[in-house]
């Protein structure tokens, strides 16, 4: 089989850092160490890269007719705020009260606003489902409303027996989907990563 | 003068004064089990011996077709590669799923090159955008369309995963196709609507257990679970060696026959083999 010089360093890499999970040794561990820190600066260096692309794209955006001009200018106009923010002479950098203002006045309320779209988008997503797949959609919106109906606000004897019911189906059913989920994607996710390590996954086309 | 016989003395020594400082955090026989054992056993199983033929997982047999129509509609494909990223802080399985995701979309840009059919990849990991960018470069020169590679682009749009469910949400254009495949979280549901509503066509594939709703009600085609990887295999051996589907059966009913002899062994009064293995 043949390998690429990358694919060699990768493998590489990632058996001493296995080996260092294992092994203890001084020598292993700095060598696992040095390699931890070389991802960490690649990682810093592909995110500086990364919000370069991304601030070259929307510039483009802003100068290219037809394209969403609008969103562009949104975009560079908040990473230039919290550069400045961060940047500024005197500033504490992340920790700056100007940053940690833009974050929850801004970003949070924004993110929650986002999050907050997703019943309206459940029930539409119900509606394609029905439209798509009628029969699988059937079976899990009928599932999914015989565990609402467990889980109703019902007082008395039969809050109760609801109660009783809804943790009998937390704890069995479902938890037996899940880990039998669980363990497929476990058992293929091992699969798939020997599969690559051995080079079964070359493409043969 | 130091010759050739002191430079491997020196070597040697060096291999001993290391082998010398080291010790094992487990034990020898657990170190053994974890690296002999798995590797021998996954590399008996996950060895192509015959062809299989699985169903069309993700109705991912129709992706040229897909791709034909958009071509005809002067549409465009977007993939986007779940939330998750590879770099980013999250869990081990959510990373392998992007590593599977990137393994899909090699195939779906086959496809696209072929069909002459623009395919823009989105992902909010930087180092997750040079790989898919090495992907679509490789894609172009397997299927000798280099002249059509600015036509494949990667758009980096930004980091967290509410960017990636927001950038999806505002696309207003049309596209022939749109595949969402890999690590999803709580936004999953945007992520995917977002994808599938502006297509003619779509895929959508996660093993994320919790966020298994999106794929199943709004794509067409749905990789579910342990689906995603096994999608991976029928890709990488353009259905002639279809084996991961072969290995995770074979796996499968190995653990179903331990569990189902440990619970006759504990049913009988036999050890717990389970808790001997996890060391109770």
Do not use: C, Y
Not at chain 1, 107 to 114: C, K, S, Y
Not at chain 1, 133 to 141: D, H, N, P, Q
Not at chain 2, 77 to 90: D, E, F, K, Q, Y
Not at chain 2, 172 to 188: V, Y
């Amino acid at each position: 089989m043949r390998r690429s010089p990358v694919a060699a360093a990768v493998i590489v890499a990632g058996l001493v850092i296995l080996l260092d999970m294992m092994v203890v040794n001084p020598s292993l561990g700095s060598v696992a160490g040095s390699l931890q820190e070389l991802l960490v600066l690649l990682a810093a260096a592909a995110a500086l890269g990364g919000t370069g692309a991304l601030a070259a794209r929307h510039l483009r955006g802003v100068l290219q007719p037809g394209s969403d001009r609008l969103g562009s200018v949104v975009v560079l106009v908040g990473m230039g705020a919290v550069l400045l923010a961060g940047l500024r002479p005197g500033s504490n950098g992340a920790d700056d009260p100007i940053v940690r203002w833009l974050v929850a006045s801004l970003l949070v309320p924004l993110i929650t606003a986002l999050f907050a779209l997703l019943f309206v988008f459940l029930l539409g997503a119900a509606r394609r489902g029905l439209a798509l797949k009628a029969r699988e959609s059937v079976v899990m919106l009928g599932a999914m409303s015989v565990v609402v109906i467990f889980l109703l606000p019902v007082g008395g004897a039969p809050g109760d027996w609801l109660a009783a019911g809804a943790g009998w189906l937390r704890s069995v059913p479902l938890a037996g989907v899940f880990r039998g989920l669980l363990i497929g994607v476990a058992i293929l996710a091992a699969v798939s990563a020997t599969r690559v390590l051995l080079g079964f996954d070359r493409v043969d086309e | 003068m130091p010759n050739i016989g002191d430079l491997v003395g020196r070597l040697i020594r060096l291999v001993v004064d290391a082998l010398g400082e080291s010790s094992l955090r487990l034990g020898p026989v657990p170190t053994l089990v974890i690296l002999v054992v798995p590797l021998i056993v996954l590399s008996l199983v996950a060895r192509p011996e015959r062809r299989w033929a699985s169903r069309d997982l993700g109705a991912l047999d129709h992706v040229g077709q897909a791709m034909a129509r958009a071509a005809e509609s002067g549409t465009d494909a977007i993939v986007s590669l779940g939330s998750a990223g590879l770099i980013r802080a999250t869990s081990a399985a959510e990373r392998i799923q992007t590593l599977a995701a990137v393994a899909i979309l090699d195939r779906v840009a086959r496809a696209a090159a072929r069909a002459a059919v623009p395919l823009r990849v989105t992902v909010n990991d930087p180092i997750l955008a040079f790989l898919v960018r090495g992907t679509l470069a490789r894609a172009h020169r397997q299927t000798e369309t280099v002249e059509r590679s600015a036509r494949s682009t990667v758009d980096f749009v930004g980091d967290g995963r509410p960017i990636a469910a927001a950038a999806a949400l505002t696309d207003a254009r049309a596209h022939g196709l749109s595949i969402t495949a890999g690590g999803l979280g709580e936004e999953g549901l945007l992520l995917v609507g977002g994808m599938a509503s502006s297509s003619g066509w779509s895929v959508g594939g996660s093993a994320s257990p919790s966020q298994l709703a999106a794929p199943l009600l709004e794509t067409h085609g749905t990789l579910v679970g342990p689906e995603l990887f096994q999608a991976v295999a029928e890709a990488g051996g353009a259905g002639r060696a279809r084996t991961s589907v072969i290995a995770a059966n074979r796996l499968i009913l190995l653990a179903v026959a331990v569990m189902l002899l440990g619970s006759a062994a504990v049913a009988l009064g036999a050890h717990d083999f389970a808790a001997f293995l996890v060391g109770r």
